[in-house]
C-alpha cells in the first residue's frame, strides 16, 4: 500500500511540473514575453508584463517532453546558466522550474550551456508561433488584402521548422477558407495548410 501511495504521488508531482520562460529586451518587439508549459502540455503565452494578452494552447506530448528532458539535463535550473562572457546583450532571459515545494530559477543574457541554449530556442519557436498567429488573426479582421501575405509567412516558418501546436491556426484557416471576402489564392493557400495539419494531426493520433 505504501508503495502504491509513492507512486500516486511520484505521478501527481511529475504532471504539476511547470516550466515558465520570459525574455524583457527594451527596444524589441515584443519588448517582453512571458510562456508557461505544464507537464501536461498545457501553455500560456503573454506579451505583456500584465495579464492582458495571455494565449492559451496545447503543445504536443513530444514536444514538452523534449522541453522537460533538457531542462532535467540542467538540474531543473538549480545552478546558474549565465557564461559570464562579454558578449552584445540579447534580453534577459529567465528560465524557472516549479513542482509542488520546488521552485528554481535562473536568469541570464547568454549561457554557453547547449541545453539552456536549446530550451531558449523552443521558447523562442513558441514566440514566433503565437506572433505568426496574432497577425494572421489582426489581417483576417482588419486586413482582408493582407491575409495572403500573413499566410506566406507562416507558410515560411512552417518550411523553417519555426511552427510549434500548429493547431492553433485551424480556425483562423477554416476562416479564411470558406469566405469569399479574402482572395481566392489566400483561401487555397488556408485550406491547404489546414489540410496539411489535419493530416498530421491524424497520422500522429
Known amino acids: 500500500m505504501k508503495v502504491l501511495i509513492l507512486l500516486?504521488?511520484?505521478?501527481?508531482?511529475?504532471?504539476?511540473?511547470?516550466?515558465?520562460?520570459?525574455?524583457?529586451?527594451?527596444?524589441?518587439?515584443?519588448?517582453?514575453?512571458?510562456?508557461?508549459l505544464q507537464s501536461n502540455g498545457d501553455a500560456e503565452f503573454n506579451d505583456s508584463p500584465s495579464d492582458e494578452n495571455v494565449m492559451r494552447f496545447k503543445i504536443?506530448?513530444?514536444?514538452?517532453?523534449?522541453?522537460f528532458d533538457l531542462a532535467e539535463k540542467l538540474g531543473n535550473f538549480n545552478r546558474p546558466?549565465?557564461?559570464?562572457?562579454?558578449?552584445?546583450?540579447?534580453?534577459?532571459?529567465?528560465?524557472?522550474?516549479?513542482?509542488?515545494?520546488?521552485a528554481n530559477e535562473q536568469k541570464f543574457n547568454y549561457s554557453t550551456e547547449v541545453e539552456a541554449q536549446q530550451i531558449h530556442d523552443w521558447f523562442e519557436k513558441i514566440t514566433e508561433t503565437e506572433l505568426y498567429l496574432i497577425n494572421l488573426e489582426k489581417c483576417v479582421r482588419f486586413d482582408h488584402l493582407g491575409v495572403l501575405k500573413a499566410l506566406l509567412q507562416m507558410e515560411a516558418a512552417w518550411d523553417r521548422k519555426r511552427i510549434v501546436a500548429p493547431e492553433q491556426f485551424l480556425?483562423?484557416?477554416?476562416?479564411?477558407?470558406?469566405?469569399?471576402?479574402?482572395?481566392?489564392?489566400?483561401?487555397?493557400?488556408?485550406?491547404?495548410?489546414?489540410?496539411?495539419?489535419?493530416?498530421?494531426?491524424?497520422?500522429?493520433?
Open 171 to 205: 480556425k483562423m484557416l477554416d476562416r479564411v477558407a470558406k469566405s469569399e471576402v479574402y482572395l481566392n489564392l489566400a483561401r487555397e493557400r488556408a485550406a491547404g495548410m489546414a489540410d496539411t495539419i489535419r493530416g498530421i494531426a491524424k497520422s500522429k493520433g
Open 60 to 67: 504536443s506530448e513530444a514536444d514538452t517532453k523534449s522541453i
Open 8 to 36: 500516486l504521488a511520484s505521478a501527481y508531482s511529475i504532471s504539476a511540473a511547470t516550466l515558465v520562460y520570459s525574455k524583457s529586451f527594451p527596444g524589441s518587439s515584443p519588448a517582453f514575453v512571458s510562456i508557461k
Open 81 to 102: 546558466l549565465e557564461s559570464g562572457l562579454k558578449v552584445a546583450f540579447m534580453g534577459e532571459k529567465k528560465f524557472r522550474f516549479e513542482n509542488g515545494a520546488t
